[in-house]
């Protein structure tokens, strides 16, 4: 058998790449105050800024789009998603919401009160934000594996069991439910195991407590545990996926991610309970519950994308993509979070720019030089992301300089993939004349979506 691992799709519709020379990206990025959220789109020859809402459909979701149904009430369309999502995570009760982050929004609102506390492995940023605005403490657990980037461990994303007992032993009684992060983003995409899952459920529910799932790339989690986690081999990827389900109460669900669409989400949840509560608060602020802020034909596209995204043949593509890139690093010397993740690889960017000072934001500078050298975006996970200027005018910094790439799911292909990996590699090649930047504004929050920089001795 040839060892080369095709794409599992032929391309029936193309999107033109608007090709760029340096000084052209020079230029731009000047313009653009040195920070690549200010780009437009047309001017990125590769965008990795984010899995999430810029796959490609499929013919078949296309074609399904065709078949939504707008009614307000009671839509066809939303049965025949309500009937795809039961079968998928086994919980009676759903609604669509337009994405993640209100599925979050609504759920918590709901459910939970001021004071109390939620363990999850890690907090996406947006869950986090969620919680905290509601006065509810979000606490981290992942096993200590998880926050080292250099260590190999087959499932990093897994929730420290003895941390969680401890957190139960002294805040039972203000901890709503228990959350888990599949697979978890914020600590590089790492898997959860079946295992994990299955104690963590059964020590929850000894204190009486639900299990709510991040369950956004629930699918890449799936085909991880088959790869990797002993008596899954021949486990088909539906099975794993609804015994991953039926550990938990409730799932929060971006389908930007592993629903394949450009925009979409859904709770679905086991306690009517809960869901009465969620659905008077949908009807509020996202709409009424047969469509939750979504148009009848994004129900559909999201029916066929929770399938197709369970595919097997696809799944192992998908792994294998960034597994590709990481060898290709590895091979330059470049430093990253290993194993690679499942919907992105982190670069360690003080293994390519060793020599550059954190306060000229190594990360951050590898970023515009990915951009400048290559036309590449990513994201910086750094200093700009999470440090904080101080009243007195001093910096913080964080522990990490990482440069986030993440793939579109079914868009690019292994040509640009390799490109990429020689973009880098030159990068680094010529480190010595990267540049830093400094920050010349920025906001008190979130500064690194809108911080205008300069170069460091420009
Ligand atoms: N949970 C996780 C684990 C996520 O990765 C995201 C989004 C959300 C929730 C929120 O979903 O965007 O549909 O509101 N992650 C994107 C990213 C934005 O780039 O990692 P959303």
């Given at each position: 058998m040839p060892k080369t691992l095709i794409e599992p799709f032929r391309i029936k519709s193309i999107e033109p790449i608007r090709m760029t020379t340096r000084a052209e990206r020079e230029e731009l990025l000047v313009a653009a105050k040195l920070n690549v959220f200010k780009l437009r789109a047309e001017d990125v020859l590769i965008d990795w800024l984010t899995d999430s809402g810029t796959g490609a459909m499929s013919s078949r979701q296309w074609a399904a789009i065709m078949e939504g149904d707008e009614s307000y009430a009671g839509a066809r369309s939303f049965f025949r998603l309500e009937t795809g999502i039961q079968g998928i995570t086994g919980m009676k009760f759903f609604v669509p919401t337009h994405q993640g982050r209100a599925a979050e929004k609504v759920l918590f609102t709901a459910v939970c009160k001021e004071g109390q506390l939620v363990p999850n492995n890690c907090h996406f940023d947006t869950t986090r934000a969620n919680l905290e605005y509601l006065g509810v403490e979000a606490v981290d657990l992942v096993i200590p594996e998880g926050l080292q980037p250099a260590t190999i461990h087959p499932f990093k994303g897994n929730i420290d069991l003895d941390r969680v007992a401890q957190v139960l032993a002294t805040d039972a009684a203000r901890i709503p439910f228990g959350m888990i992060t599949v697979t978890n983003n914020t600590g590089g995409g790492q898997p959860v195991s079946m295992a994990n899952l299955r104690a963590y459920a059964a020590l929850l529910k000894r204190h009486g407590k639900a299990l709510i799932m991040d369950a956004c790339r629930f699918s890449e989690n799936a085909m991880f545990i088959k790869m990797r986690e002993p008596g899954y081999?021949?486990?088909?990827?539906?099975?794993?996926?609804?015994?991953?389900?039926?550990?938990?109460?409730?799932?929060?669900?971006?389908?930007?991610?592993?629903?394949?669409?450009?925009?979409?989400?859904?709770?679905?949840?086991?306690?009517?309970?809960?869901?009465?509560?969620?659905?008077?608060?949908?009807?509020?602020?996202?709409?009424f519950p047969t469509y939750g802020g979504l148009a009848g034909r994004d129900l559909e596209a999201m029916a066929i994308g929770l399938e197709e995204g369970m595919h097997e043949d696809y799944l192992r593509y998908r792994l294998r993509t960034a597994e590709y890139l990481g060898e290709r690093f590895e091979a330059a010397g470049i430093g990253f979070v290993k194993p690679t993740g499942g919907h992105a690889v982190y670069i360690d960017a003080r293994t390519v720019l060793p020599a550059m000072p954190v306060a000229h934001y190594p990360a951050w500078a590898l970023c515009n030089a990915l951009y400048l050298e290559g036309g590449i975006r990513g994201v910086e996970i750094g200093s700009v992301m999470f440090g904080k200027r101080l009243a007195d005018g001093t910096e913080t910094y964080h522990k990490m300089e990482l440069v986030r790439l993440a793939f579109p799911r079914r868009m690019y292909t292994q040509s640009h993939f390799d490109y990429a990996a020689e973009v880098i590699a030159e990068v680094k090649q010529?480190?010595?004349?990267?540049?830093?930047?400094?920050?010349?504004?920025?906001?008190?929050?979130?500064?690194?979506?809108?911080?205008?920089?300069e170069w460091v001795g420009a």
């Open positions: 081999e021949n486990t088909p990827i539906a099975d794993i996926v609804h015994e991953m389900f039926s550990y938990a109460d409730g799932c929060t669900m971006s389908a930007k991610k592993d629903g394949m669409v450009n925009i979409g989400g859904f709770i679905a949840l086991r306690s009517e309970e809960w869901m009465d509560a969620v659905r008077n608060l949908l009807i509020l602020t996202e709409g010529r480190a010595s004349s990267i540049r830093g930047v400094r920050l010349s504004k920025q906001s008190p929050y979130l500064r690194h979506f809108t911080c205008e920089c």
